[in-house]
């Protein structure tokens, strides 16, 4: 049975850094591209960073590139999302997402979704 479970949310102070894991098991997690997906009270869910299955394409947001930084680590069926220099703004539930195939920017894109990680930011 496929499953997806986040974890590494908490609460940061602005400028801080959080990083975010997702572990993945019930499918072969090296075929499948990831996704990292967010959010925030009263607001759609919004893309935030994909993977490709090798880990060798990555794609981010305008809002948070340059300071976000996802990985994969397929020996541990983990998908990472190292944040840095976090901003209120990126307050919200971040989720991890994934599909077959090549990675997309819409949610509608991936077809299994971990539970979610509260992160919390604070100015």
């Known amino acids: 049975q496929e499953q997806l479970v986040e974890s590494g949310g908490g609460l940061v102070q602005a400028g801080g850094s959080l990083r975010l894991s997702c572990a993945a098991s019930?499918?072969?997690?090296?075929?499948?591209?990831m996704g990292w997906f967010r959010q925030a009270p009263g607001k759609e869910r919004e893309f935030v960073s994909a993977?490709?299955?090798?880990?060798?394409?990555?794609d981010y947001s305008d809002s948070v590139t340059g300071r976000f930084t996802i990985s994969r680590d397929n020996s541990k069926n983990t998908v990472y999302l190292q944040m840095n220099n976090l901003k209120p703004e990126d307050t919200a539930v971040y989720y991890c997402?994934?599909?077959?195939?090549?990675?997309?920017?819409?949610?509608?894109?991936?077809?299994?979704w971990g539970q979610g990680t509260q992160v919390t930011v604070s100015s």
């Open positions: 019930g499918r072969t997690f090296s075929t499948y591209a």
């Open positions: 997402a994934t599909k077959r195939g090549s990675y997309g920017l819409g949610a509608d894109d991936y077809d299994y």
């Open positions: 993977i490709s299955w090798s880990g060798r394409f990555t």
